[in-house]
């Protein structure tokens, strides 16, 4: 069992900048993979960054390639989203997702078994 809880969402004007937060607890959540998708209205979740367990590997998406870092404390257990050159399309719900005990990160949605309650991000022109 993971139990996610996220922060840091926002408003924030085209080109700035914002960072999301994920506290992980629970029996599994230091071996979890962890990731970041997100859903604006009217369209499907989409995957955004992904890290390994460790925090050694990590993914993205080539729309936020260059433009956002996903990091991992480990001590604490909690995943970072660091948004920078952020643009009105990147407005959306924002979600962090673990993958229960499993090492790799996926972009993969359905491979990830909890999930946080979300965070709105909005980015205005």
């Known amino acids: 069992q993971v139990q996610l809880v996220e922060s840091g969402g926002g408003m924030v004007q085209a080109g700035g900048s914002l960072r999301l937060s994920c506290a992980a607890s629970g029996r599994t959540a230091s071996t979890s993979a962890m990731g970041w998708f997100r859903q604006a209205p009217g369209k499907e979740r989409e995957f955004v960054a992904a890290t390994s367990s460790s925090g050694s590997y990590t993914y993205y998406d080539d729309s936020v390639k260059g433009r956002f870092t996903i990091s991992k404390d480990n001590a604490k257990n909690t995943v970072y989203l660091q948004m920078n050159s952020l643009k009105p399309e990147d407005t959306a719900v924002y979600y962090c997702?673990?993958?229960?005990?499993?090492?790799?990160?996926?972009?993969?949605?359905?491979?990830?078994?909890?999930w946080g309650q979300g965070t709105q991000v909005t980015v205005s022109s």
């Open positions: 997702a673990a993958r229960g005990g499993l090492p790799r990160g996926s972009m993969r949605s359905y491979e990830y078994d909890y």
